[in-house]
Protein backbone atom coordinates (compact mmCIF):
# COMPACT_ATOMS: atom_id res chain seq x y z
CA UNK A 1 0.00 0.00 0.00
CA UNK A 2 2.96 2.28 0.67
CA UNK A 3 4.32 1.36 -2.73
CA UNK A 4 0.77 2.59 -4.03
CA UNK A 5 0.74 5.95 -2.39
CA UNK A 6 4.45 6.76 -3.14
CA UNK A 7 3.52 6.17 -6.71
CA UNK A 8 0.54 7.97 -6.82
CA UNK A 9 2.40 11.15 -5.03
CA UNK A 10 4.67 10.86 -7.94
CA UNK A 11 1.97 11.30 -10.52
CA UNK A 12 0.30 14.27 -8.29
CA UNK A 13 3.83 16.02 -7.89
CA UNK A 14 4.10 15.61 -11.79
CA UNK A 15 0.63 17.23 -12.58
CA UNK A 16 1.46 19.85 -9.79
CA UNK A 17 4.90 20.58 -11.89
CA UNK A 18 2.69 20.61 -15.03
CA UNK A 19 0.34 23.41 -14.33
CA UNK A 20 3.02 25.77 -12.71
CA UNK A 21 5.47 24.78 -15.25
CA UNK A 22 5.65 27.52 -18.80
CA UNK A 23 3.28 26.05 -21.43
CA UNK A 24 4.33 22.31 -22.50
CA UNK A 25 4.89 21.17 -26.04
CA UNK A 26 3.06 18.06 -27.48
CA UNK A 27 5.84 15.74 -27.07
CA UNK A 28 6.33 16.50 -24.03
CA UNK A 29 2.45 16.76 -22.77
CA UNK A 30 1.99 13.00 -24.41
CA UNK A 31 5.11 11.71 -22.35
CA UNK A 32 3.75 13.04 -18.76
CA UNK A 33 0.33 11.67 -20.01
CA UNK A 34 2.03 8.26 -20.68
CA UNK A 35 4.17 8.40 -17.71
CA UNK A 36 1.15 9.02 -15.24
CA UNK A 37 -2.21 7.28 -16.62
CA UNK A 38 -1.87 3.76 -15.34
CA UNK A 39 -4.20 0.68 -15.67
CA UNK A 40 -5.68 -0.70 -12.48
CA UNK A 41 -4.58 -4.19 -11.47
CA UNK A 42 -6.81 -6.72 -12.29
CA UNK A 43 -6.46 -10.55 -11.85
CA UNK A 44 -5.13 -13.04 -13.61
CA UNK A 45 -8.39 -13.62 -15.88
CA UNK A 46 -8.15 -10.14 -16.15
CA UNK A 47 -11.17 -8.95 -13.80
CA UNK A 48 -10.79 -5.17 -12.38
CA UNK A 49 -10.29 -5.72 -8.70
CA UNK A 50 -12.94 -2.68 -8.24
CA UNK A 51 -15.28 -3.28 -5.04
CA UNK A 52 -17.66 -0.54 -6.26
CA UNK A 53 -19.34 0.86 -9.10
CA UNK A 54 -17.25 3.71 -8.75
CA UNK A 55 -14.22 1.79 -8.59
CA UNK A 56 -14.58 0.07 -11.56
CA UNK A 57 -15.55 3.21 -13.54
CA UNK A 58 -12.03 4.72 -12.38
CA UNK A 59 -10.56 1.82 -13.45
CA UNK A 60 -12.03 2.36 -17.10
CA UNK A 61 -11.02 6.05 -17.31
CA UNK A 62 -7.42 5.44 -16.89
CA UNK A 63 -7.90 3.13 -19.29
CA UNK A 64 -9.30 4.91 -21.51
CA UNK A 65 -7.13 7.57 -20.70
CA UNK A 66 -4.22 5.59 -21.17
CA UNK A 67 -4.92 4.04 -24.58
CA UNK A 68 -5.84 7.29 -26.08
CA UNK A 69 -3.19 9.58 -23.97
CA UNK A 70 -1.88 11.38 -27.12
CA UNK A 71 -5.67 13.05 -26.41
CA UNK A 72 -5.92 13.13 -23.04
CA UNK A 73 -4.68 16.70 -21.30
CA UNK A 74 -3.13 16.52 -18.69
CA UNK A 75 -3.18 19.97 -16.91
CA UNK A 76 -6.17 21.76 -15.35
CA UNK A 77 -9.07 21.89 -17.36
CA UNK A 78 -9.46 25.88 -18.64
CA UNK A 79 -12.42 27.22 -16.81
CA UNK A 80 -14.59 27.36 -19.77
CA UNK A 81 -14.56 23.91 -21.66
CA UNK A 82 -14.96 24.15 -25.26
CA UNK A 83 -17.28 20.74 -24.77
CA UNK A 84 -18.92 18.42 -22.54
CA UNK A 85 -19.59 15.22 -23.88
CA UNK A 86 -21.86 12.36 -21.79
CA UNK A 87 -21.89 9.07 -22.63
CA UNK A 88 -23.60 6.12 -21.16
CA UNK A 89 -22.16 2.54 -22.01
CA UNK A 90 -22.61 -0.85 -21.10
CA UNK A 91 -20.13 -3.51 -20.65
CA UNK A 92 -20.86 -7.13 -20.55
CA UNK A 93 -18.85 -9.88 -18.35
CA UNK A 94 -16.28 -10.19 -20.46
CA UNK A 95 -15.30 -6.35 -20.77
CA UNK A 96 -17.02 -5.97 -24.39
CA UNK A 97 -18.44 -2.71 -24.72
CA UNK A 98 -22.17 -3.86 -25.92
CA UNK A 99 -23.86 -0.66 -26.34
CA UNK A 100 -22.88 3.28 -26.21
CA UNK A 101 -25.17 6.46 -26.70
CA UNK A 102 -24.09 10.16 -26.40
CA UNK A 103 -26.65 11.82 -23.50
CA UNK A 104 -25.07 15.34 -23.07
CA UNK A 105 -23.86 17.53 -25.98
CA UNK A 106 -23.46 20.88 -27.75
CA UNK A 107 -23.20 19.28 -30.93
CA UNK A 108 -19.73 19.82 -31.28
CA UNK A 109 -19.00 16.86 -33.79
CA UNK A 110 -15.70 16.31 -33.62
CA UNK A 111 -15.48 16.57 -29.60
CA UNK A 112 -18.48 13.70 -29.96
CA UNK A 113 -16.78 11.62 -32.19
CA UNK A 114 -13.46 11.81 -30.20
CA UNK A 115 -15.25 10.54 -27.39
CA UNK A 116 -17.38 7.64 -29.04
CA UNK A 117 -14.10 6.94 -30.65
CA UNK A 118 -12.07 6.64 -28.07
CA UNK A 119 -14.39 4.80 -25.78
CA UNK A 120 -14.62 1.97 -28.56
CA UNK A 121 -10.67 2.22 -29.10
CA UNK A 122 -10.73 0.66 -25.34
CA UNK A 123 -12.13 -1.94 -25.95
CA UNK A 124 -12.11 -4.66 -24.11
CA UNK A 125 -11.93 -3.04 -21.29
CA UNK A 126 -10.93 -5.15 -17.63
CA UNK A 127 -14.02 -7.54 -16.84
CA UNK A 128 -16.19 -6.05 -14.12
CA UNK A 129 -16.60 -7.93 -10.72
CA UNK A 130 -19.42 -10.38 -10.62
CA UNK A 131 -20.81 -8.57 -7.81
CA UNK A 132 -21.11 -5.32 -9.81
CA UNK A 133 -23.23 -7.02 -12.69
CA UNK A 134 -26.98 -6.74 -13.00
CA UNK A 135 -28.04 -9.61 -15.89
CA UNK A 136 -24.23 -9.87 -17.25
CA UNK A 137 -23.44 -6.44 -17.55
CA UNK A 138 -22.73 -3.09 -15.79
CA UNK A 139 -24.22 0.42 -17.29
CA UNK A 140 -22.42 3.58 -16.21
CA UNK A 141 -21.86 7.89 -17.66
CA UNK A 142 -19.08 9.34 -17.75
CA UNK A 143 -18.63 13.04 -19.38
CA UNK A 144 -15.54 14.04 -21.82
CA UNK A 145 -14.03 17.42 -20.57
CA UNK A 146 -12.59 18.97 -24.37
CA UNK A 147 -9.96 21.78 -23.94
CA UNK A 148 -10.38 24.05 -26.89
CA UNK A 149 -6.92 22.43 -28.18
CA UNK A 150 -9.47 19.22 -29.00
CA UNK A 151 -7.70 17.28 -25.98
CA UNK A 152 -9.70 15.61 -23.17
CA UNK A 153 -9.91 14.38 -19.77
CA UNK A 154 -12.43 12.14 -18.13
CA UNK A 155 -14.25 13.62 -15.07
CA UNK A 156 -13.28 10.72 -12.63
CA UNK A 157 -10.03 11.47 -13.18
CA UNK A 158 -9.88 14.70 -13.84
CA UNK A 159 -7.96 17.23 -12.02
CA UNK A 160 -9.91 20.63 -10.85
CA UNK A 161 -10.68 22.64 -13.63
CA UNK A 162 -9.26 26.65 -13.92
CA UNK A 163 -11.06 29.33 -12.17
CA UNK A 164 -10.11 31.82 -15.06
Known amino acids: MGARLAAGGLGVAALLAACSAPESTQEQRDELAKSIIEQKKTT ?9 EDGYKTDLAKRISQVNFTSVYVERPQALLRSVIVIKYIVDRDGNLVKSEILRTNKDKHAEASAMGSLKNTEPFPKPPEALLKNGRIELSESWLFNNDGRFQLRSVALAQMDR
Request: negative net charge; hydrophobic residues 10%; without cysteine.
Open 44 to 52: SDGTSTATT
